[in-house]
């Protein structure tokens, strides 16, 4: 799900309307909002300072709001408002839209968020578009991130170039530290694999040129990496077969060891018998299957 439930978006709005006005209260930026109506009844964009004085390390909104207790919140409320104090602010790009949310990449520290619409999820708010450069306060909500309820996008065309970049760069930080979907525990490194890191490095012919030396590297530490290595270059070829194929109405089980299609057969079974009569069986596992 990439947005809130109707029941957490209404309370969302209820804390951060009652943590907004008692910022307001306290500093009197909007005037003529003497009640939470009438501040609700403001423009949102007119709340952006209010926004920046409760999301800034300059002040201390949060905690004193905590103290006070002005709306006599219950414990649960006041943990959601006080999880807010880690925040993460700037400027980043949605770089993709997913089932559960929408991907968040910060070029500055290189990580990448899954963030969560509230009422509308970031999909519908861009028609499915990215990627987008937006400036936003993202929050944790509970279990997921979501954002302030506040963000400019900047009306920006991306060219080829900074698009390739941009998927490279974040699928890199993905592979690094993996999507981060929570805010309140700390960000650390996925544990490689080295299986999993050579297919990252070989899923496109970008990866293969920029990752050249640790391929080299990881292939020939192992006899099981070496056959990862030839099983990602034989599914890399297999695409130009499988389109020619499908194009003629070909059919059936097919094997690709290196760059050739060296077996086939009108069942698996029959795949696998022909392959044992033709292939060394210490070359079988860098053979790359597949069916039409």
Excluded: C
Excluded at 58 to 70: A, D, G, R, V
Excluded at 76 to 94: D, H, N, R
Excluded at 274 to 279: L, Q
Aim: charged share 30%; proline share 2%.
């Amino acid at each position: 799900m990439n947005t809130l439930s109707k029941e957490d978006a209404l309370l969302f709005h209820k804390l951060m309307d009652s943590l907004l006005f008692f910022v307001n209260k306290k500093t009197g930026i909007i005037k003529n909002a003497g009640t939470l109506k009438e501040l609700r009844q403001r423009d949102v964009q007119e709340t952006a300072p209010l926004r920046k004085k409760v999301f800034s390390d300059k002040y201390n909104f949060i905690e004193t709001y905590l103290q006070e207790n002005p709306d006599s919140l219950n414990k649960e409320e006041l943990a959601i408002i006080a999880s807010w104090k880690k925040y993460k602010s700037g400027k980043f790009f949605v770089t993709k839209h997913a089932k559960e949310y929408s991907l968040f990449f910060s070029s500055e520290s290189q990580k990448v968020y899954g963030v969560t619409g509230i009422t509308d999820s970031f999909e519908e708010k861009f028609d499915g578009y990215a990627p987008i450069l937006l400036e936003i306060i993202l929050i944790p909500f509970r279990e997921t991130i979501i954002y302030d309820g506040l963000f400019n996008s900047y009306n920006i065309h991306f060219g080829g170039g900074i698009r390739k970049s941009l998927k490279q760069e974040s699928e890199e930080a993905i592979q690094t530290f993996g999507i981060i979907t929570s805010l309140d525990q700390p960000t650390i490194k996925k544990e490689q694999n080295g299986e999993e890191t050579l297919r990252f490095y070989m899923k496109s012919l970008e990866n293969k040129m920029r990752y050249e030396k640790e391929i080299k590297k990881l292939k020939n530490k192992s006899k099981e990496l070496e056959a990862v290595y030839y099983q990602e270059e034989a599914r890399d070829f297999a695409r130009h077969p499988k389109k020619e194929f499908k194009e003629h109405g070909i059919k059936g089980h097919f094997a690709v060891l290196i760059h050739s299609v060296i077996a086939s057969g009108q069942s698996e079974i029959e795949l696998k018998d022909n392959i044992s009569k033709i292939v060394p069986e210490n070359k079988h596992s860098w053979i790359y299957k597949f069916k039409l």
